[in-house]
């Protein structure tokens, strides 16, 4: 269900002016929650321009890759495409007060950053939009059953042109799969995992929008037209996901006092730290 906040024309607000409790209880409920034109046209230039600076250069260095398999890339705010002040420009995006009053709404204690990732339309055409939770790459089904309803990875989807943007099946970030939707996601039965699904829910998006949404709910982007998406991954500390995490995306020291509000980094570099104690 798209938060009634989603459909006002949110340029004209700030993150102090955002209904918290709503997008909360949104969140909890559907598993996710969109707001339109969150972002302004200067932010969604600023942010492209070092975006597809990344792309570019990741294009150039990945061409097999990118031309049969790839649908997406990760560690944007990494140091091996980026110098130093296209990263803390990342960094000063990734923790503004508009993502941050998004962030604090639904983690309430101690969010930390993991990730971002990059997606866009494959190359390959038998590559094919399909459905997944994102902990099926790390866990078989009894555990994927117990860890949807623990600890969770939130994405912030923020899309730098129009696309068709999302699919997703509300909900299924605290529920398990039904028959349909298992066979379909897991390809059992004869069925393929880029069928339609009876539950989905398709999510259009603009550039200036702002998708969140839960890792572990049932969901697919769709492929098509300027796709080109930047997705933040936040988590709660209370998880157990400093291994996930690499340190190169993280800002160094000097780079921390360029950053207006570095806590979502701190709480990432404190929980690295006392991993590797």
Known sequence: MVSNLGELNCSKLNGDQL????????YEDQGYFVIREYFNAAEIAS??????????????????????????SSLITGSEYL????????????????MM?????????????MNTQLFFNPI??????FWHRDCQYDHDVDVQKIVIHETQVLHLRVPLFDELGMELVPGTHKRWD?????????????????????TGKQIKLAAGDLLVFSADMIH?????????????????SAGDFSDYIDP???????MLDHIDDPRLFINTLDLKSKSEV
């Open 124 to 129: 390959n055409p038998e590559l094919k939009d």
């Open 47 to 72: 942010l492209r321009e070092v975006v597809l600076k990344f792309h570019t250069l990741w294009k150039h260095d990945n061409a097999e890759f990118y031309k049969e398999v790839a649908f997406n």
């Open 19 to 26: 209904n918290s409790d709503k997008l909360n209880d949104d």
């Open 220 to 236: 697919r982007g769709l492929y098509g037209m300027d796709r080109l998406a930047l997705d933040i991954l936040v988590f709660d």
């Open 248 to 254: 190169d995306c993280l800002p160094d020291s000097a």
């Open 178 to 198: 039904s028959e349909e939707e298992f066979n379909v996601r897991q390809e059992e039965k004869g069925r393929l995992s880029n069928e339609s699904l009876s």
């Open 83 to 98: 110098g130093s002040d296209d990263r803390v420009k990342l960094f000063n995006f990734i923790s503004s007060k508009k």
């Open 101 to 113: 009053a998004i962030v604090d709404a639904v983690i309430k204690n101690n969010p930390a950053f």
